[in-house]
């Protein structure tokens, strides 16, 4: 079960497609806290995966500002996701939720057991980090990203 809206986003620390270590908790605080739009991903090189991030990575400028971050987590390896941001020109955060496999997704509860991956989560959280809203899809079911704008804007 996924963590509820008004909670306390749960802190975690996982390496990105470069193998720099990413903290949600660098996002919070006073001085340059930014509202966090955390997206977990079944896969890299799927086809449904493949074009949410590349619709965010066309609107990148509404989901990576002064005010907001875009972190999109998967579990797969960082060596993938490196090959795979090249490939698809994302330059935003990819994240490796690899091991200890599914750690944060299942933090988040959003980690299919079954599958060996993440489900199709996204949180959006403030820059105090509360959880201000949510939605979780089922592994064949994209999300819409227009959702998340209208999410960002009423915080």
Not at 42 to 70: I, M, S
Not at 79 to 100: C, I, K
Request: with cysteine; net charge negative.
């Amino acid at each position: 079960m996924a963590i509820e809206v008004g909670t306390k986003a749960p802190d975690f620390e996982l390496k990105d497609n470069h193998g720099r270590t990413v903290k949600l908790s660098d996002f919070q605080g006073s001085h340059g806290a930014k509202n966090v739009v955390l997206l977990f991903y079944p896969f890299a090189f799927t086809g449904v995966c493949t074009g949410e991030l590349c619709a965010l990575r066309d609107e990148l400028p509404r989901f990576e500002n002064d005010d907001t971050q875009l972190l999109a987590v998967s579990n797969d390896s960082i060596h993938t996701l490196r090959v795979f941001a090249e490939q698809e020109g994302l330059e935003y955060p990819l994240l490796s939720d690899f091991w200890p496999h599914g750690e944060t997704s299942r933090a988040y509860g959003v980690f299919d057991e079954d599958k060996g991956c993440a489900v199709r989560g996204t949180f959006v959280i403030d820059k105090q980090g509360v959880v201000r809203w949510s939605v979780v899809n089922g592994l064949p079911d994209a999300r819409d990203l227009n959702d998340y704008i209208k999410a960002l804007d009423s915080i």
